[in-house]
């Protein structure tokens, strides 16, 4: 079946520190992926998204690729900032029909 | 995209007893989903829960424990039910977009004694 792997947090930066957190899948077909961010206390919210090779999603500084050579999805962000504080999940959807796929979740502490 | 609330935001509830949770969304889905996700973990689907017809559990999950209702296409409720402390999590309802995403409300912050 589909699943996402993602790289084990806790990770911890330094404001205006490169981000890269690694994704990586395992899905039959051509699925869509994606990055979700859930803030402290609150749910999930859609960062960024790509349904198709070598497209990029981006939204607030935040940048993924879809790598279909790679079977990957790493989130990048050139400079963190405190409030990008959260726990970050990588997913999937496979086809009509399927269910969402997350991964596990990497937490990002960013310290000013 | 839609705009998904959930209430209660949060409770606390003693063992033995049952919590209702409701989910409205601002305009009319298709499907919802009702996620389960326990502390620093990540969401486990519950089940898909369809306007006018049974909600489907996924695996480990089953109606006498979390019955759901889809009066509408803008509502949901999904019940636990019996509850003891492993029931402790996070419960949130999500909507699919109509481009493949999926949205999620803010989710209900169960604790159970």
């Known amino acids: 079946g589909n699943s996402v792997t993602q790289m084990e947090g806790p990770v911890t930066l330094s404001e205006e520190a490169f981000l890269t957190i690694n994704c990586t899948y395992t899905?039959?077909?051509?699925?869509?992926l994606f990055w979700y961010v859930q803030y402290p206390g609150e749910g999930l919210q859609l960062l960024l998204k790509?349904?198709?090779?070598?497209d990029k999603g981006s939204n607030k500084g935040f940048e993924a690729t879809y790598r279909k050579e790679t079977t990957s999805f790493h989130l990048e962000k050139g400079s963190v900032q405190v409030s990008d504080s959260a726990v970050y999940f990588c997913a999937l959807w496979g086809a009509k029909g399927q269910n969402f796929v997350f991964g596990p979740g990497t937490r990002l502490s960013v310290l000013p | 995209s839609a705009v998904i609330s959930q209430k209660p935001s949060r409770d606390i509830c003693q063992r033995g007893t049952s919590l209702t949770i409701q989910c409205q969304v601002d305009s009319q889905v298709t499907m919802m989903f009702w996620y389960r996700q326990q502390p620093g973990q990540s969401l486990t689907l519950i089940a898909t829960?369809?306007?006018?017809?049974?909600?489907?559990?996924e695996s480990g999950f089953v109606i006498d424990k979390f019955p759901i209702s889809r009066p509408n296409l803008t509502f949901s409720t999904l019940t636990v039910s019996n509850m003891s402390p492993e029931d402790s999590s996070i419960y949130l309802c999500?909507?699919?977009?109509?481009?493949?995403?999926?949205?999620f409300g803010p989710g209900t912050r169960l604790t159970v004694l």
């Open positions: 829960a369809n306007q006018g017809s049974e909600a489907t559990y």
């Open positions: 899905a039959t077909g051509y699925p869509s």
């Open positions: 999500s909507v699919e977009g109509s481009r493949n995403e999926q949205f």
């Open positions: 790509a349904t198709k090779a070598d």
